[in-house]
């Protein structure tokens, strides 16, 4: 919601039309702003099915494709850092958007909201298997970079790269002494409504 004005700022300056506005998860750091895009856009919202909003228009099972002029947007469910994520491949494109699933040189943390390690090891899986050249678009990344490889991951992530069993996977994410997200208390309840707070 803090970037609101910027992207309807840009939106307008470049007459861009928003046709989908795509959330990958129920995020708990931040309030989405896309039930009031949605509004000013006239644009329909989407997410994996995993998430249970009822304020989405469209819930995406693993494996639906939602098309973009002759773009085909595929849906890959990717739980793990929580039960709604999904990753978006774009095979036309060669990219894919991975939410906080798959990060540059990490992943999503597993500690809380459904988090699972072993799930989130399977999802991980299922994005190492696109091809290789695949360009990955994470939703943020702590170190300003914007972009990865499928297979710079597969080769240099330091947790799930370079061939790491689910077990050594799991007892690296055990380990990690992580602070609660500053926001968890407004953001989850507030994104279960598509951004609207009580």
């Known amino acids: 919601m803090d970037n609101l004005n910027r992207d309807l700022e840009y939106i307008k300056e470049t007459k861009l039309k928003v046709k989908y506005i795509l959330e990958t998860h129920i995020h708990a750091d931040h309030i989405t702003s896309a039930g009031k895009l949605r509004e000013e ?6 997410i994996g099915k995993g998430a249970k909003v009822d304020c989405m ?10 098309f973009l002029g002759d773009l085909k947007i595929k849906a890959i469910a990717t739980p793990g850092h929580t039960d709604s994520c ?9 990219v894919v958007f991975t939410g906080d699933t798959l990060l540059i040189r990490g992943n999503g943390r597993t500690d809380f ?10 999802s991980i899986q299922k994005l190492f298997k696109l091809p290789k050249g695949t360009i990955v678009y994470p939703a943020h990344d702590y170190k300003g970079r914007n972009c990865t490889t499928i297979e710079e991951e597969i080769l240099y992530n330091p947790r799930i790269g370079n061939n790491k069993t689910k077990e050594e996977f799991v007892k690296i994410m055990s380990e990690l002494k992580l602070a609660q997200p500053k926001k968890i208390q407004e953001a989850l309840p507030a994104n279960l409504m598509c951004g609207k707070q009580s």
């Open 41 to 46: 856009l006239n644009s329909k919202t989407a």
């Open 57 to 66: 228009d469209i819930n995406l099972n693993d494996g639906d494709s939602i």
């Open 86 to 94: 999904s990753s978006y491949y774009v095979k036309k494109m060669n």
């Open 113 to 122: 909201q459904q988090g699972s390690s072993e799930k989130l090891f399977e």
